[in-house]
């Protein structure tokens, strides 16, 4: 397909262009393209970053209402997206209370383990890495029908309350992010895969990498334990849901959920340790550019080839045979253009091969299984190092926590 009219910079023209060139590949209708608060965006991300302020975050970061009360950053978005780089985003941490400062670069370095996992294992991420999906404990009552009809039943307040702004925003606080997951996968014995790909369509920091791996944590497949999902945690959390709740008498969650991971798997090959592919250590020219290729994973303007070749054209390619099969929400889309309006760059819809065929490029290497297929096939003369926080080694990679401990601090 041609090259895309130059996209708008302003929201309602953003909306507008997302809705004229790309409605058909979108999960929603063009009403909800616009509901986010959240901008696309290198001007939005600074911003978002500069406001950063981490006192208490320690204790708050879980709190889900009132929304006056959280502690979350909402810098998700901008770090999936390579707006603000990881080793950034660390830096600017320094000051804050050690408490707080650990935490919140506990969730720093479950991003990065998150991107080791991905650049070695690849599209197998998508499977169970550890254990099988969750199944009910021996002697536990039948699931309830309706939530084996709807695992994200409207007439729970809780419920209810985070479909909504995953629909309208977005985005969540990585509390109720468990609790959809745990509630679909094993209170409702749905597939979890399914569950993570709907939340993946609505999320605008949804990625295989980050996102993939928490729903194997909370169903137990990454771990061989299943994270529980009750009502404590609502009443704790987010108190007024429960007052609200219709079902706040007959709550299908009242008790601890009466299941477990299934069986023990060996896992991917690599998980246990191997060589990971973390691209060069320093930039690969054998010829001159004419344009830079960005990719969804590194959109900033600190992305590596773009800093370098700073007077090329920066080309886009909406993959559409992969959007046309992820049919991702209007607002993931909004955001996306939003950041490649500010930034300038041509942005093309069809197969990046066929976009981007012939053309001398700059990139920035990824750790995308995707990414590679592609880059193999074109002709990329400047490839440029990812900002790695920690370059992935060999060591293994079946736990997190053992991983953190294995390497601790910034490498």
């Known amino acids: 397909m041609p090259l895309l009219p130059a996209p708008p910079t302003d929201r309602d023209g953003v909306v507008a262009y997302v809705a004229e060139h790309l409605s058909h590949l979108t999960c929603d209708e063009p009403a909800a393209y616009g509901t986010s608060s959240t901008r696309g965006g290198q001007a939005a991300a600074d911003a978002a970053l500069a406001a950063l302020d981490l006192t208490g975050y320690a204790r708050r970061r879980s709190v889900v209402a009132p929304e006056s009360g959280r502690g979350a950053t909402r810098l998700s978005p901008y770090i999936r997206h390579g707006l603000l780089p990881l080793p950034e985003v660390w830096d600017a941490a320094a000051d804050a209370p050690a408490k707080d400062r650990q935490r919140f670069r506990d969730e720093l370095q479950w991003q990065e383990y998150s ?5 070695r294992v690849g599209r197998e991420l998508r499977e169970p890495l550890r254990a099988g999906s969750p199944v009910p404990a021996p002697g536990a009552p039948p699931a309830d029908a309706g939530l084996q009809r709807d695992p994200w039943p409207e007439r729970m307040a809780c419920m209810a309350a985070t479909t909504g702004e995953l629909h309208e925003q977005g985005w969540l606080v990585n509390q109720t992010r468990m609790w959809m997951a745990s509630q679909w996968a094993v ?5 979890w895969r399914d569950g993570r790909d709907e939340m993946y369509r ?18 137990g497949t990454a771990t061989g334990k ?15 849901l429960c007052r609200s709740c219709a079902l706040r008498d007959a709550c299908p969650v009242q008790d601890w959920p009466e299941a477990q991971s299934g ?14 592919d973390a691209g060069p250590r320093r930039p690969e020219v054998t010829g001159e550019p004419e344009a830079v290729w960005l990719t969804a994973e590194s959109l900033g303007d600190a992305d590596p080839a773009l800093a370098a070749h700073p007077d090329l054209p920066a080309v886009f390619v909406l993959d559409e045979p992969l959007l046309a099969r992820l049919r991702l929400s209007g607002k993931r889309l909004v955001f ?9 760059a041509q942005v093309h819809l069809g197969d990046p091969v066929e976009e981007l065929a012939g053309r001398p490029l700059a990139t920035t290497w990824t750790f995308a299984p995707g990414w590679k297929r592609r880059s193999a096939r074109l002709d990329v003369v ?7 926080l920690r370059r992935p080694g060999s060591r293994s990679l079946r736990s997190f926590s053992a991983w953190v401990r294995s390497a601790p601090g910034r490498g």
């Open 263 to 276: 069986a023990r798997l060996e896992g991917p090959p690599g998980l246990s340790g191997g060589p990971t």
């Open 187 to 191: 209170r409702a014995g749905a597939d």
């Open 226 to 240: 299943v994270y529980g999902f009750s009502r404590w945690q609502v009443e704790k959390r987010a108190p007024q």
């Open 202 to 219: 609505h999320l605008l920091d949804g990625s295989p990498f980050a996102n993939g791996l928490g729903w194997q944590w909370t169903a």
């Open 336 to 344: 996306l253009v939003e950041t490649l309006a500010e930034l300038g």
């Open 382 to 388: 400047a490839l440029h190092p990812w900002p790695w």
């Open 115 to 119: 991107r080791h996992l991905y650049a």
